[in-house]
């Protein structure tokens, strides 16, 4: 029996494993990997305490940060997936995890949720089809391949124009597609890129379709003030549209917002099921950061813990 379950490895979930271990809290830490979305990306500059590290150095440095002190506290399970988290008739919860055909299951006194979220992908036709044939959901980990050629990323918030900033460096060309004719995007970064002449930015379009033979060649998208449907010759396509809040294991579990997050309570990060919190990407709180996942998984260890120590 474990006092907590952490679910989660990126910093929402490293930084209550972290805290977990030096209160001294009997904890399984479960994770595929370290890092969460951050990974993909070349290099963060808000993170706090670091002028500008790549996202695979951070993931590196959440995981030592870890190890370094989980000792006999904190049992890290990596590599594994959790299939569902389930309350019993004693109040205590049940986990089921699992690596490839393996499955375990361990219980716990409480449950945090730090999954984050997944991204989420492109459904115009063809996507599926294209998908790591010319069509990526990663620019810095794909974006070399496209050496002098032109490409298209589609989003409107930073991590669009970021992947954008980085594929500029070394394509022929970069358009920007926007469902919408405003950026969710800091406007001092947008600015910076309207300023490179390889740069190009398309807004109120909807993609309808990806076109090519084996690989992509193309999209066509719909100008929405116009109705027009309008055909782009390409050779990469970057999806950079959102992300789904990856809460699928406890969706029986607590409830959940409209748009699938995990409802808190922000005073504490609780969730409506007693022994049970969660902090980060997946969940409903206003803003979504790196520094801010971190601070949120905080509070709620300090609640897990003083919750622990008095049931």
Request: charged share 25%; with cysteine.
């Amino acid at each position: 029996m474990y006092d907590l379950v952490i679910i989660g490895g990126g910093p929402a979930g490293v930084a209550a494993g972290v805290y977990a271990s030096r209160k001294q809290l009997k904890t399984l830490f479960v994770t595929e990997s370290f890092g969460g979305q951050s990974i993909v990306s070349d290099g963060i500059e808000n993170w706090i305490g670091e002028i500008k590290i790549p996202g695979i150095e951070l993931a590196k440095k959440l995981e030592n940060h870890l190890e370094a002190y989980s000792g006999d506290v904190v049992d890290i399970k990596k590599g594994y997936r959790v299939n569902k988290v389930s309350k019993d008739e004693n109040d205590n919860f049940s986990v089921e995890i699992s690596r490839g055909d393996d499955k375990e299951e361990y219980k716990a006194k409480s449950i945090l949720v730090a999954t984050g979220s997944d991204r989420r992908k492109l459904t115009a036709e063809g996507a599926d089809e294209f998908e790591h044939k010319g069509l990526t959901y990663c620019a810095s980990c794909d974006g070399p391949l496209f050496k002098d050629k032109d490409v298209v990323v589609v989003g409107g918030g930073n991590s669009a124009f970021e992947s954008a900033a980085q594929l500029l460096a070394y394509c022929k060309s970069v358009t920007l597609i926007h469902r919408r004719d405003e950026f969710r995007a800091d406007p001092v970064t947008v600015e910076s890129l309207q300023k490179d002449s390889k740069f190009k930015i398309i807004t109120n379009a909807e993609i309808t379709e990806i076109t090519g033979e084996v690989m992509v060649g193309g999209l066509k998208y719909k100008d929405k003030k116009s109705d027009k449907e309008i055909t782009l010759n390409v050779s990469g396509i970057f999806v950079e549209i959102g992300a789904v809040p990856a809460v699928s294991f406890v969706s029986e579990l607590v409830d959940l917002a409209d748009n699938g997050s995990i409802k808190i309570d922000p005073w504490n990060q609780k969730t409506n099921v007693d022994g049970v919190w969660a902090a980060g990407d997946c969940t409903n709180v206003l803003y979504h950061q790196n520094n801010i996942a971190m601070g949120d998984a905080v509070r709620a260890l300090e609640d897990i813990y003083l919750w622990i120590k008095s049931n």
